[in-house]
């Protein structure tokens, strides 16, 4: 199909990542037609980052764009679809990570491209950002992609709850992560555990994107079960911390010094 430019688009979901496309899409030239924001909080962040544009149910948003951008919640995308039906627009696109192009039903030009950033409800910096495009118009979601300043990374339609899993492991698995090793830090004195894990966490953070495994350092790399055994002894979530070092072991491959230790 031909790709128009600028677009009509309509966005529903105002949320902390809605609002935010919608602006870098106005900003690309596109023409913002309408945005559903039903809550207070997703209202404001319609009048914030989309200044002017009418605030419409989501029936009378589909009706009116040509490009419909839907940022909901992953649960809530189907029954949005669902209810949407017939009004659809020709050309649908979703940023849920989990969900393909199925979600979208009979749409004729169904998108997913999913945005690899921690909106935050604030400003984005979207340049450079990494995009999960699922699509049958690679062309068309790749220029939308890019019209918004990021980079499409191709991701099979079967493989989307893999791609949106790696995310959320590294990401929010990470926070939980961290967070636990300052609540530690806290208790044994350190008045900004900030301060003390950002060096260390950022070297291994950099070390790890760059080299893997053998960026690993530490008392599991080096078999030290006698120190390990004393760290079992005083952190308080113990477990988190098992199943941690249990996988660390086997990756570094000392696994076998540790069967004991990490039962």
Not at 18 to 41: F, K, Q, W
Not at 73 to 101: C, E, I, M, N
Not at 105 to 115: E, F, K, Q
Not at 228 to 252: C, F, G, S
Request: aromatic share 4%; hydrophobic share 50%.
């Amino acid at each position: 199909m031909d790709h128009p430019a600028p677009f009509c688009v309509g966005v529903v979901g105002a949320g902390r990542v809605g609002a935010v496309l919608g602006a870098a899409l106005a900003r690309a030239g596109h023409d913002m037609v309408g945005v559903a924001a039903e809550s207070e909080g997703s209202r404001a962040r319609a009048a914030l980052f989309l200044p002017g544009v009418p605030v419409l149910s989501p029936l009378e948003v589909a009706k009116r764009c040509e490009l419909l951008l839907l940022a909901v919640p992953d649960d809530t995308l189907p029954r949005l679809v669902q209810g949407l039906g017939a009004d659809l627009p020709d050309v649908v696109a979703h940023v849920s990570g989990r969900h393909g192009l199925a979600v979208l039903g009979d749409v004729p030009t169904p998108l997913a491209i999913h945005p690899v950033y921690p909106f935050t409800g604030g400003p984005a910096e979207l340049t450079g950002v990494q995009w999960g495009v699922t699509a049958h118009d690679l062309a068309l979601a790749d220029r939308l992609v890019t019209d918004m300043g990021g980079v499409p990374v191709h991701v099979a339609e079967e493989l989307r709850p893999l791609w949106h899993a790696a995310l959320a492991h590294g990401a929010n698995h990470l926070v939980t992560l961290v967070a636990s090793a300052a609540d530690m830090l806290r208790q044994a004195g350190a008045e900004d555990p900030g301060a003390v894990l950002r060096p260390l966490l950022t070297a291994a953070l950099d070390g790890a994107l760059e080299r893997g495994i053998d960026a690993l350092t530490g008392p599991v790399v080096r078999g030290d079960a006698g120190t390990v055994r004393a760290h079992l002894d005083v952190v308080p979530d113990k477990d988190l911390y098992v199943a941690l070092a249990r996988e660390t072991a086997r990756r570094a491959g000392t696994q076998t010094v540790f069967e004991d230790v990490l039962k």
